[in-house]
Nanobody, 117 residues
Framework: QVHLVESGGGLVQAGDSLRLSCATSGDTICFSNIAWYRQAPGKERELVAALASNNYTYYSPSVKGRVTVSRGDVKNTAALQMNDLKPEDTAVYYC???????????WGKGTKVTVAS
């Protein structure tokens, strides 16, 4: 069984950086399209950044210039580098991965990021 696990969240100060990671536990899958979403308290889940299999990237206007989505240093992992964090970046961040070939969609349970002003 495949489980996606996010890590790297925490409590930081405004202006700090965090690097979130996404990896599988249990069975391993090939990462095709990768996306990071976030959900702030009382708000809907929103797309933060995406990286397609052809290396096309998308960034939400609210994070563009501060965030970089990438495939991780280890095969079949993903990363989200976040710089100059703002209090409005406070949310639970979720990794979403589409498996190569099958197109099956996987979600992690999220990692919490809290940015203090």
């Amino acid at each position: 069984q495949v489980h996606l696990v996010e890590s790297g969240g925490g409590l930081v100060q405004a202006g700090d950086s965090l690097r979130l990671s996404c990896a599988t536990s249990g069975d391993t899958i090939c990462f095709s399209n990768i996306a990071w979403y976030r959900q702030a308290p009382g708000k809907e889940r929103e797309l933060v950044a995406a990286l397609a299999s052809n290396n096309y990237t998308y960034y939400s206007p609210s994070v563009k210039g501060r965030v970089t989505v990438s495939r991780g240093d280890v095969k079949n992992t993903a990363a989200l580098q976040m710089n100059d964090l703002k209090p409005e970046d406070t949310a639970v961040y979720y990794c979403n991965v589409e498996e190569c070939g099958s197109g099956e969609d996987y979600w992690g349970k999220g990692t919490k990021v809290t940015v203090a002003s």
